[in-house]
């Protein structure tokens, strides 16, 4: 599938800024099954994007602006050509050993409530790790109710499995704590997601989990949607959760009474010689 996105975040200030600093993990990379055909970022106001990659290997780029700034626009568009590979992460970068991805961070602690359900979970469906992660996803996605009212960036895994409510970044968070609570590594992806339904115009981008499997390796589940990710997910960036995978973060100074629109389109394209 060739997937077409176009990316919007647009930042409002009622009181000009002064500066603005931000890191942007917008860009995907190409490993087996997932090709970048083209893909550029533009920020309406004159400044210079750094490129580097982090430390997990994403591809990353830095800005620096100073205002005074009204208004500010972020504006990705690219396509890409994406492979259903049941799942399985193959030819991406690993800059770590899967081990590191048992680190719990403040997003993805462990509290009782989660704890249980990964034993229950385990218990019900016995040794086998791929099956117990495939559990675990499902029970998340017939257990916790999609809503975007109730939390925010900084709601933690245990604040939304108490809730039972919540977005694809609390769903993803629940089913990492759960996943390391159990020995195995997990961990934070964002990226884009095709909707089979047809619905292009999306509030903001989506994410997933990636835990560890043995003689497997890396394999990607999406409890939001309760499968394995397919040609529909575009991968961007990985990390031990959302804050270390965030596609946008950064700092203001001034700027006072920001609003915050995020526009994004995702849909599929045509490719040449295609009907």
């Not at 533009?42 to 990659?53: K, P, Q, T």
């Not at 462990?110 to 996803?137: C, E, F, N, R, V």
């Not at 589940?221 to 040609?231: G, H, R």
Request: proline residues 4%.
């Amino acid at each position: 599938m060739r997937l077409r996105i176009v990316h919007d975040t647009v930042y409002r200030y009622e009181n000009p800024a002064m500066s603005v600093i931000q890191t942007l993990r917008l860009t995907p990379r190409n490993y087996d099954g997932q090709y970048v055909q083209s893909w550029h970022i533009d920020v309406s106001a004159d400044c210079r994007l750094a490129a580097h990659e982090d430390a997990f290997g994403n591809l990353a780029h830095t800005f620096t602006i100073d205002g005074p700034l009204d208004e500010l626009t972020v504006h990705v568009a690219g396509e890409v050509d994406t492979i259903d590979m049941s799942g399985v992460v193959s030819g991406a970068i690993e800059r770590f050993p899967s081990t590191l991805f048992l680190r719990e961070t403040p997003l993805t602690r462990l509290d009782p409530a989660i704890a249980d359900l990964a034993m229950q979970t385990k218990a019900a469906s016995g040794q086998d790790t791929l099956t117990l992660l495939h559990a675990l996803m499902a029970r998340l996605n017939r257990e916790m109710t999609f809503d975007t009212d109730p939390t925010h960036a900084a709601t933690t895994a245990s604040e939304a499995f108490a809730l039972k409510r919540g977005v694809c970044q609390d769903l993803t968070h629940i089913f990492i704590a759960a996943a390391r609570s159990l020995g195995v590594p997990a961990r934070y992806v964002s990226g884009y997601f095709h909707r089979a339904d047809g619905v292009s115009e999306q509030d903001a981008g989506h994410a997933w989990a990636e835990a560890y499997v043995p003689d497997l390796g890396w394999v990607a589940f999406d409890p939001t949607n309760k499968i394995s990710a397919t040609d529909a997910h575009l991968r961007v960036a990985i990390g031990l959760d959302y804050l270390s995978a965030a596609p946008v973060r950064g700092a203001r100074s001034g700027g006072a009474g920001e609003a915050l629109q995020v526009r994004v389109h995702v849909d599929q394209a045509m490719r040449q010689g295609q009907n």
